[in-house]
Structure formats: structure tokens, C-alpha cells
């Protein structure tokens, strides 16, 4: 993608962004171009495109499913995620499969007998389509795309066209966000998860999406911006995204975003050469001002408050007993009900009705591993280990995807705090699991870092 390329698709999100705040309604004209626009796209592409086509339709599903919801634009809440199943089986049906992924389709295997659990054990006034349709729609998600993706080869460069597409709608969320609360200082009353600043929805599921978008920004910033009319461009969507991820009070998304960061540029690091190496170095300390100012300028907007938040502190600086927000709590209920249904579970969506009957209180605890657990009992138990090992497995193998820890520690920490609410951790985990390939040395641009080792132990 050449610069003025990327200048464009920049300056027409940042367009979109203050039109659907002009007038909300163009949110469901978005969602139906969307579907549009990458329905016709998978189908026109050369057999050879067709697998990226795939992926940066899922992609851009992913970043703009938070926005649309957040300006309601979804005609179903879970659209999201179906579609990127829609996107997947149309690559499936017309593309071959790299590998055969038996793991996923195993671990797709261990969710029915929850299903049925759940159908033995459903109230009268219970919804049993709805409860499995809303619980399941994130495993199913992050299966499909998990057969599709294992093994799969792709580039670098078309993966980093991928993220791009992820990033794209985060920024007109950004822009949206900026215009529906201009000034955060009005909205800040405690240490609490902040509606206000989140766009009037979900501070977690925003955090989340923005904080995606803090690591493909930065990766941009560090590897795809070889002049400083680009790095400006970059690091300015980067601070600006940043400012709105800290603001929302919710510490999940962000943190991940570090971390993703972090194991991003130390593996990155160890795989260029001395000169890179410099630059990188140079780099590192611009980035690292960057976010010191976006800090301070976070506090400033919050009268000091968000250094509570992030210190487990309430707004009068008291430290809080449970750095959890409550959810220990919720987590311990589901862990118990493991161990009393070790088998098959409680049943798919079962759990929440359980707290309420045993007491008295209607919350999920987002977190995905307890929940898998609790519901599916020890074939929830297999189901995750699968998710969990078989993306080391591939690792231990194949090392040449810069990103991996970064999308690995995205899906396990996303559904450790947010669970599998939104799309991002299915198809992040997908992106895991790419065979990445690089091309020979005098296909790069002059200005790019030369990646090297990339079979070296990492």
C-alpha cells in the first residue's frame, strides 16, 4: 500500500467518524456497506487474494463492531461475530485449507455436549436459542477462524495490511469519541469505569478495541513509517487513541495493550539487524515521551483521579480491597460449580441463572477460562487446553511471526477481563496461528528494517 493510499483510507475514516455523529443513522448504512463492500470483495478476488481478502474483511468487522454497536448501527447485537463466520466459511468454501486442523475441529466437537446439558436443564421462560446463541457465538467464532487461519500462509506485508484494516474503524471511534465528549473533566466523578468518555457504552469492550488499536498503530509507528510526515501522522492517531483508551477508566484494555507492546518491540528487537537496532533504540525513547505526555495529560483531564484507578485507589486516594472490582467474587462461584458438575458441566449460558437462584445476583464474570469450565465441565477443560497449547505447539515450529506473543496475550488476557463479548479475541487468536513469510531481501523498500533470524530460537 503506497503512502497516498494510506493517507486516503486515514483522511475517509476521520470523515466517517464526525458524519456518524452528525447523523447516527448513517451507522446502519455503514454496517450494510460494509457487508457489502467485502462480500463483493471475497468474491472478485483471484483465487491467490482470496485468503487476505478473507482476512481483512474479519479484520475490519473486528474494528468497527464496538463502533457500530456503540452508535446503534447493529441490527443484531452478535452481528459482528457472524459475520466474520460468514467471511470465513466463504474462504473455507473456496480455498484450500493449508493444514488439517484437527485440534479446532476437536475443540468445536467439546462444546456440543454443553449444548445438550443445557436443553436437559432448561427453566420454563428460558430462551434456550438465545442463552446458547449468546454464549456460544464467541467460541464458534474464534473456531472457524482458528481452521481457517492454522498454518495458513501470508506475508508480512499483507498481514500488516490486515491490522491496518483492524485499525481503520478505531479511528473513526476516535474521532466519534473526541466530539461526544469534548471535555472529560465534566465527566469524571470517581475511580469508576467512565459511560461518559466510552461513548455513552461499555467502558470495557471500548477499552478493549482501542487498546488493539494502541498495538497496531505502534507497530506502524516502529516498522511501516519510514518518513517523519508518516511517524507524525502515526504517533499523533497513536497518542490520540491512547488518550481515549485511558479515559475510559477501565484498566483491561490498556494494560493488555502494553503488554502486547512490550512483547511486540522485544521480540521485534532481537530479530533485525545492529542497525535497526539503533533506530529501533531512538525510537523506543520518543515512544516512551510520547506516552509520558499522554499520561499526564490523562491526570491533568482527571483531576489525578485515573492515577487512583490505575494505583487501586478510590477517589478519595483510599486503596480498595479487591483489585477486581468484585469479580473474584464471580470467578470463585463458577470455579465451585466445576467442581460440583466435573463432568458435563452446568450447561451452556447456565451459570448466570445458578448465581442468581443460589445468590441472588445477576452478573457474568467475564472471564471465559472459569466459564468454559463451569459450563462444559471437563470437556471444557480439553476444549481450553486446545486453545491454549496448540498455538505454542505451532510456535515451537515456526517462528517467524513477529506478532505472535502479541496476539497470543491478547486473546488470553481479553478473555480473562471481557471474556468473548465482542469478535477481537476470536480473530485475534486466529492471527496466531499465520505461517508468515518474508520476502527476499531486495524485495524490501530501502527504508524498511531488514528482519533477520527469523528461525532463531525465540
Keep these: 500500500?503506497?503512502?497516498?493510499?494510506?493517507?486516503?483510507?486515514?483522511?475517509?475514516?476521520?470523515?466517517?467518524?464526525?458524519?456518524?455523529?452528525?447523523?447516527?443513522?448513517?451507522?446502519?448504512?455503514?454496517?450494510?456497506?460494509?457487508?457489502?463492500?467485502?462480500?463483493?470483495?471475497?468474491?472478485?478476488?483471484?483465487?491467490?487474494?482470496?485468503?487476505?481478502?478473507?482476512?481483512?474483511?474479519?479484520?475490519?468487522?473486528?474494528?468497527?463492531?464496538?463502533?457500530?454497536?456503540?452508535?446503534?448501527?447493529?441490527?443484531?447485537?452478535?452481528?459482528?461475530?457472524?459475520?466474520?463466520?460468514?467471511?470465513?466459511?466463504?474462504?473455507?468454501?473456496?480455498?484450500?485449507?493449508?493444514?488439517?486442523?484437527?485440534?479446532?475441529?476437536?475443540?468445536?466437537?467439546?462444546?456440543?455436549p454443553g449444548i445438550i446439558v443445557a436443553g436437559l436443564n432448561a427453566s420454563p421462560g428460558s430462551n434456550l436459542r438465545t442463552d446458547i446463541a449468546f454464549n456460544l457465538s464467541g467460541p464458534v467464532c474464534l473456531g472457524v477462524v482458528a481452521l481457517f487461519c492454522y498454518k495458513r500462509k501470508i506475508s508480512f506485508q499483507n498481514l500488516n495490511k490486515v491490522l491496518l484494516y483492524m485499525a481503520l474503524?478505531?479511528?473513526?471511534?476516535?474521532?466519534?469519541?473526541?466530539?461526544?465528549?469534548?471535555?472529560?473533566?465534566?465527566?469524571?466523578?470517581?475511580?469508576?469505569?467512565?459511560?461518559?468518555?466510552?461513548?455513552?457504552?461499555?467502558?470495557?469492550?471500548?477499552?478493549?478495541?482501542l487498546g488493539l488499536g494502541m498495538f497496531v498503530l505502534t507497530a506502524r509507528f516502529f516498522m511501516l513509517s519510514p518518513n517523519i510526515f508518516l511517524k507524525i501522522i502515526s504517533g499523533?492517531?497513536?497518542?490520540?487513541?491512547?488518550?481515549?483508551?485511558?479515559?475510559?477508566?477501565?484498566?483491561?484494555g490498556v494494560l493488555t495493550a502494553l503488554f502486547m507492546i512490550a512483547a511486540y518491540l522485544f521480540f521485534y528487537f532481537k530479530k533485525v539487524n545492529i542497525k535497526a537496532k539503533i533506530r529501533i533504540t531512538r525510537l523506543v525513547i520518543i515512544f516512551g515521551a510520547m506516552a509520558l505526555s499522554v499520561w499526564l495529560v490523562s491526570s491533568l483531564q482527571t483531576?489525578?483521579?485515573?492515577?487512583?484507578?490505575?494505583?487501586?485507589?478510590?477517589?478519595?486516594?483510599?486503596?480498595?480491597e479487591d483489585v477486581t472490582t468484585g469479580r473474584s467474587d464471580l470467578i470463585s462461584f463458577e470455579f465451585n460449580e466445576f467442581l460440583n458438575n466435573p463432568v458435563v458441566g452446568v450447561g451452556v449460558g447456565k451459570i448466570k441463572v445458578l448465581r442468581e437462584?443460589?445468590?441472588?445476583?445477576?452478573?457474568?464474570?467475564?472471564?471465559?477460562?472459569?466459564?468454559?469450565?463451569?459450563?462444559?465441565?471437563?470437556?471444557?477443560?480439553?476444549?481450553?487446553?486446545?486453545?491454549?497449547?496448540?498455538?505454542?505447539?505451532?510456535?515451537?515450529?515456526?517462528?517467524?511471526?513477529?506478532?505472535?506473543?502479541?496476539?497470543y496475550l491478547f486473546w488470553f488476557l481479553t478473555i480473562n477481563h471481557s471474556a468473548m463479548r465482542i469478535a477481537a479475541p476470536a480473530f485475534v487468536y486466529g492471527l496466531s496461528l499465520l505461517d508468515v513469510r518474508f520476502k527476499s531481501n531486495?524485495?524490501?523498500?530501502?527504508?524498511?528494517?531488514?528482519?533477520?533470524?527469523?528461525r532463531t530460537n525465540s
Excluded: W
Aim: aromatic share 14%; hydrophobic share 45%; proline share 4%.
Design 236 to 252: 499523533t492517531l497513536l497518542a490520540a487513541m491512547s488518550f481515549r483508551g485511558v479515559v475510559t477508566f477501565s484498566r483491561g
Design 1 to 112: 500500500m503506497n503512502n497516498f493510499s494510506y493517507i486516503k483510507k486515514i483522511g475517509f475514516h476521520v470523515l466517517l467518524g464526525l458524519a456518524i455523529y452528525a447523523l447516527s443513522f448513517l451507522s446502519k448504512v455503514y454496517l450494510f456497506g460494509i457487508v457489502v463492500y467485502f462480500v463483493n470483495q471475497i468474491l472478485t478476488a483471484k483465487p491467490s487474494q482470496k485468503p487476505v481478502q478473507v482476512l481483512m474483511a474479519c479484520a475490519y468487522v473486528v474494528g468497527s463492531e464496538v463502533f457500530i454497536r456503540m452508535t446503534g448501527g447493529n441490527v443484531l447485537y452478535e452481528a459482528s461475530k457472524y459475520l466474520v463466520i460468514l467471511f470465513v466459511f466463504m474462504g473455507l468454501f473456496t480455498t484450500r485449507l493449508s493444514s488439517q486442523p484437527l485440534g479446532y475441529i476437536a475443540y468445536l466437537f467439546l462444546l456440543l
Design 442 to 454: 531486495r524485495a524490501k523498500r530501502p527504508n524498511s528494517p531488514k528482519l533477520i533470524n527469523t
Design 303 to 320: 483531576g489525578g483521579l485515573i492515577e487512583n484507578r490505575y494505583a487501586n485507589r478510590d477517589a478519595l486516594g483510599r486503596e480498595k
Design 357 to 407: 437462584q443460589k445468590e441472588g445476583i445477576l452478573a457474568a464474570s467475564h472471564n471465559e477460562v472459569t466459564r468454559i469450565l463451569a459450563e462444559h465441565g471437563l470437556f471444557g477443560v480439553l476444549a481450553f487446553s486446545i486453545l491454549l497449547l496448540v498455538p505454542m505447539i505451532f510456535r515451537f515450529r515456526n517462528k517467524n511471526n513477529v506478532f505472535f506473543y502479541s496476539f
Design 169 to 209: 474503524p478505531l479511528i473513526s471511534m476516535t474521532i466519534y469519541l473526541f466530539f461526544y465528549t469534548p471535555d472529560i473533566k465534566e465527566t469524571v466523578t470517581g475511580t469508576g469505569s467512565n459511560f461518559a468518555a466510552s461513548g455513552g457504552f461499555g467502558p470495557n469492550q471500548v477499552s478493549t478495541v
